[in-house]
């Protein structure tokens, strides 16, 4: 019987690390098929007519910006508002010219309007060298070579979106494995040749990760998934069988993979998986389900405490509401302490501060992963989470 995951609770994550200009140049018939939710579309609806109150404005919010390639939506909402999330209010200062936030190209000049003390936002176009801003609508044809701007910076969740499988049982357990190395070498690199063991059927490409660890819940103490760490990415290049032998009767002759790809060293012991589809469905910045809470399960990788950029697991999934493109705000719980100004003080309740915000970009039945930002000191495992 070949080998198989159980479809629900293996979801890989992203099979393949990519560019961001690939991420972001999209064309417009692929970003006129972004998710919008309903929600989003109201209020992008209802600050249409009005705009936004000035004091909902960032601080040093700019009379006009050009848009740069590089630029996502994520860092031109927090260059006008206070709330980089609230993107759809960025929309909704000009619905009519800006149908979809997606639709915002490199080159475009954003124009800050106030007026009786409401902003809007306007598409606008510098004329000479006075720079006299021209006001007008525009409809722009662009092709996948020079797209619209990505929501959020890709370049930084790239990287991880293959990196790791969850399961709700420990399964790799039963996954083939690499039982032998090329030459008895200790490690594996991109070339070098694997021997495998366990029935990997017609697959072509696989992904290779590390023996999986649990994911425990700091509040509940439950183990809600099993983490494997992908290491590299190989090729099935020839069967294995199984031959006759003197001694016990047979003799197992392991398939032959090639190491096609390495983030870190492979080596006897690992498991395989197939590698799995790609997924380019955009990340659309939004606020979670009112009274989503949870915690900081772990730091990606081998460290323990975490910063800006890094990637968190999350104790909270599907299940529990969570969906791919929250932001959360991420708080460190304060220590209890005694009171030491006075001789036998009572005990204290340091409050808890707001250290950053996270953006969920993967999300799996009982955990999720998200990516840490605007962090202004470390986290570590057991930091919560709330809305932003």
């Known amino acids: 019987m ?28 692929d970003a006129a098929t972004y998710p919008i939710t309903p929600q989003q579309r109201s209020t992008a609806q209802q600050v249409a007519s009005a705009g936004i109150p000035l004091s909902e404005l960032a601080a040093n919010a700019p009379d006009s910006y050009t848009v740069k390639r590089g630029d996502t939506l994520w860092a031109i909402s927090k260059l006008f508002l206070k709330s980089p999330w609230r993107w759809p209010e960025l929309w909704g200062m000009n619905l009519d010219q800006i149908r979809n936030p997606h639709l915002i190209y490199p080159g475009q000049l954003l124009v800050l309007e106030k007026i009786n003390g409401m902003a809007r936002l306007r598409i606008g176009q510098s004329v000479g060298d006075g720079g ?13 070579e020079t797209g619209a ?9 790239g990287p991880f979106l293959n990196d ?11 996954a083939p494995r690499i039982a032998a190395t090329q030459e008895d070498h200790i490690v594996l690199g991109r070339g070098d040749l694997a021997y495998v063991l366990g029935d990997v059927g017609q697959t072509r490409n696989w992904q290779v990760f590390r023996a999986p660890k649990p994911l425990v819940d700091p509040e509940t103490r439950q183990i809600l998934g099993y983490e494997a760490r992908y290491v590299a990415s190989a090729e099935h290049v020839a069967d294995g069988e199984t031959r006759p032998g003197a001694e016990q009767g047979k003799l197992e002759v392991p398939s032959t993979f090639r190491i096609t790809s390495a983030r870190e060293d492979a080596s006897v012991g690992d498991r395989l998986a197939p590698s799995a589809v790609r997924d380019f469905a955009p990340f659309v910045p939004h606020p979670p389900a009112p009274g989503l809470t949870g915690s900081v399960i772990s730091i990606y990788g081998d460290t323990l405490v975490g910063s800006t950029n890094q990637i968190v697991a999350l104790n909270r999934g599907q299940m529990d509401g969570m969906e791919r493109g929250n932001v959360l705000a991420l708080w460190h719980e304060g220590a209890v302490k005694q009171d030491s100004s006075v001789e036998r003080g009572a005990m204290l309740k340091i409050p808890d501060r707001k250290i950053g915000s996270l953006f969920v970009f993967r999300v799996f039945s009982r955990v999720s992963y998200a990516l840490v930002l605007d962090a202004n000191e470390p986290t570590v495992p057991g930091d919560r989470m709330s809305a932003p």
Do not use: D, G, W, Y
């Open 164 to 174: 790791a499988l969850v399961f709700e049982t420990n399964e790799m357990l039963s």
């Open 149 to 157: 701007i990505a929501s959020v910076p890709m370049n930084l969740i």
């Open 2 to 29: 070949s080998f198989r995951f159980r479809q629900r609770p293996a979801v890989a994550l992203n099979c393949a690390a990519f560019a961001l200009t690939s991420l972001v140049a999209l064309s417009v018939a």
């Open 132 to 144: 006299t801003v021209k006001l007008s609508p525009s409809i722009r044809s662009e092709s996948s």
